[in-house]
């Protein structure tokens, strides 16, 4: 397997309440930065041979230092992120298009990442990466624990109730065929096409492509609210004790 990753680290973390524009990205779980950890489980995932990472342009020099020291060999570049996640990933996959023109070899996968999800595994990110070679897409997901229900025609009341075992909670990383997802970020750059997802991109412009399941613990969390980050600390402290 030879896959390529992208991390989408530019989010300033609104949600965390964190001032002066700090990245949610930088603060710490055990003693590191959330994206010291992200960087470290692609880092030992023998499919993935190099990773590019898009964050502010602040940031830039700060997380090429830091995977220098810590010897994480495969981050090939940082670069600026865009408005929105998806312009920062399709920065990332233009320097990936670059690779390939220089090199002459296509990867078998994209893998596309959140930097604010700390704890997926290199296992994880290698049976990704064979299944996205296999189906041509593959993304990871969990099962609710709860109910979901639509909001009914008055925004205050319900409606619907779904069927929970048939929903999914989607997380990263979303793998695919290297040519299906340039080509699908190249169709939504031309028609100025947001998805929240780069699964949705593909499903808009590919709808007979097929999207492989792979699901997941719970522990592949994404640090998003303030909540989140003693969560993170003991998913942590669980996952430093497994051999």
């Known amino acids: ?3 390529i990753a992208i991390i989408a680290a530019s989010g300033i973390g609104k949600r965390m309440q964190l001032k002066d524009g700090l990245s949610k990205q930088l603060l710490e779980i055990g003693g590191f930065p959330v994206i010291w950890h992200t960087l470290r489980a692609f880092e030992r995932a023998s499919s993935v041979s190099s990773v590019y990472i898009a964050t502010k342009s602040e940031n830039i020099e700060l997380l090429k230092e830091m995977a220098a020291s810590a010897g994480f060999s495969k981050v090939k570049a940082v670069i600026e992120g865009g408005r929105e996640r998806q312009d920062s990933v399709n920065n990332c996959i233009k320097a990936v298009e670059r690779e390939i023109r220089s090199t002459g070899s296509i990867p078998d996968a994209i893998l596309v990442h959140d930097g604010a999800r700390p704890f997926i595994q290199p296992t994880e990110i290698d049976e990704i990466s064979r299944l996205s ?3 041509g897409a593959c993304v990871p997901a969990t099962k609710p624990k709860d109910t979901i229900k639509y909001i009914g025609a008055d925004p205050g009341f319900f409606g619907e109730t779904l069927e929970r075992n048939r929903l999914l909670q989607v997380q990263t990383p979303q793998g ?3 040519p299906l997802l340039i080509q699908a970020h190249e169709q939504a750059q031309l028609e100025e096409w947001y998805a929240t997802d780069d699964a949705a991109l593909v499903e808009r412009f590919f ?8 699901e997941t613990g719970y522990h592949n969390i994404k640090i998003t609210t ?3 980050i003693p969560i993170a600390e003991a998913i942590f402290g669980q996952l430093s004790t497994l051999p």
Do not use: G, L
């Open 226 to 228: 303030p909540e989140d």
């Open 133 to 135: 070679a296999e189906y």
């Open 1 to 3: 397997m030879n896959s």
């Open 176 to 178: 695919f065929r290297s």
């Open 207 to 214: 709808p007979e492509q097929q999207i492989k399941v792979f």
